[in-house]
């Protein structure tokens, strides 16, 4: 949803909501008369049973942001959205080859980045040699094998042993940062192997310690 923002002058001691053209427009009265208000939203404007919409003792446009109303409450992927991404991503490589797998996956325009969802990806042969990175290409052709999380966790090598286990899928938990705020925080990551390589989709984990999701 995406709303406009209005901030009195004159301070916030009163909100009415309504809306323009179908967004809903939230507006700080600076300096609302006494009495009870009646707050509504309405294509037709703003109803307040004190005092009509004619601009009298309002004092409007300190501010004007157009945002989504999401950023207020940070709108996170569920780790079955991740799974379902990685199940894409191993239907296109069986029907596309490797080759047209990996130049997909490392497009950050593609398919297969969806907000904060993106692939990584590595060879089954345990290598720890990136293959593709849906948000830093800059990781495409390292070794990475050794790289740790902040708690000195080895996260590939632990995705290595997911991708070679009888299943060939599984979860991962490890510390990363979050890309939005910066904060290193819990994050959980599903694990497939396809063919010759493995992909690994991750989510923030806001329930570390619990039980991984079900496969």
């Not at 309504?18 to 294509?43: E, H, K, L, T």
């Not at 069986?94 to 490392?106: E, H, M, P, T």
């Not at 800059?138 to 286990?165: E, Y």
Request: positive net charge; glycine residues 12%; charged residues 20%.
């Amino acid at each position: 949803m995406t709303g406009f923002f209005f901030a009195g002058a004159a301070g916030c001691k009163a909100l009415t909501a309504a809306r323009i053209a179908g967004f809903p427009v939230f507006v700080v009265d600076a300096d609302p008369p006494a009495g009870p208000a009646r707050m509504q939203s309405s294509n037709q404007g703003i109803q307040d049973r004190r005092s009509p919409v004619n601009g009298r003792r309002r004092a409007w446009l300190l501010g004007l942001c157009l945002m989504p109303c999401g950023v207020l409450a940070e709108s996170r992927a569920t780790p079955e959205e991740a799974v379902a991404l990685v199940r894409q991503g191993v239907a296109f490589y069986q029907a596309n080859g490797r080759v047209k797998a990996l130049a997909a996956f490392n497009d950050p325009k593609g398919p297969f980045v969806k907000g904060e969802l993106y692939f990584f990806v590595y060879g089954a042969n345990g290598d720890g040699v990136a293959l593709a990175h849906g948000q830093n290409p800059k990781m495409v052709g390292k070794k990475l094998l050794d790289m740790r999380d902040a708690n000195g966790r080895f996260l590939i090598r632990d995705a290595n042993r997911v991708a070679a286990s009888p299943d060939g899928r599984g979860w991962i938990r490890y510390m990363w940062p979050n890309r939005l705020t910066k904060r290193v925080e819990p994050k959980l990551s599903y694990i497939e192997r396809v063919g010759d390589i493995w992909i690994g989709c991750g989510v923030l984990d806001s329930g570390a310690g619990a039980s991984s999701p079900q496969r």
